[in-house]
């Protein structure tokens, strides 16, 4: 399966955290990273995801609207599982098992632990906001992943 991890989009400060909402300038560098995006996707061959899931946080759930309505992506489902707080995230069972490539949105130091456990890395794979990595992910298992683009910023 390919995999594009995407760490949501700027977020501003607001309580409870579950709604913060993305500011003007994280809806901007969203929709720009989504054209840079595009292109990689292009460039290496890649197909566009078919399948996006996100945490079930305001901000991750409008950048993954952003994204779907730029890629034409309707099939678009939050996930609890990827909320901050869980620990059973590295299990994947949030992931589609028809998708040739998926999307997921969500948090850090989340999408930086997948990164690292999955490709078995030592390094801490940092993604900042609308930052994304690519993986080519055999099993959501240490080392059973391949990274094939890191963006850490988008």
Not at 9 to 29: C, I, K, M
């Amino acid at each position: 399966m390919l995999l594009t991890l995407w760490r949501h989009g700027e977020a501003a400060y607001s309580r409870p955290d579950s709604q913060r909402q993305l500011t003007e300038r994280g809806v901007q560098h969203v929709r720009a990273t989504v054209g840079r995006y595009r292109s990689l996707c292009q460039q290496l061959g890649l197909g566009m995801p078919t399948v996006c899931t996100h945490s079930p946080y305001v901000r991750t759930q409008q950048t993954a609207s952003l994204i779907a309505s730029e890629l034409n992506l309707s099939d678009v489902v939050a996930q609890e599982l990827l909320a901050p707080g869980h620990n059973d995230y590295l299990l994947g069972g949030y992931l589609s098992e028809e998708s040739g490539h998926q999307l997921v949105v969500g948090h850090q130091p989340y999408l930086s632990q997948l990164i690292d456990v999955w490709c078995d890395t030592s390094a801490h794979t940092s993604v900042s906001p609308s930052g994304f990595a690519i993986i080519e992910l055999t099993v959501p298992c240490r080392g059973g992943g391949e990274l094939l683009y890191h963006a850490p910023e988008g």
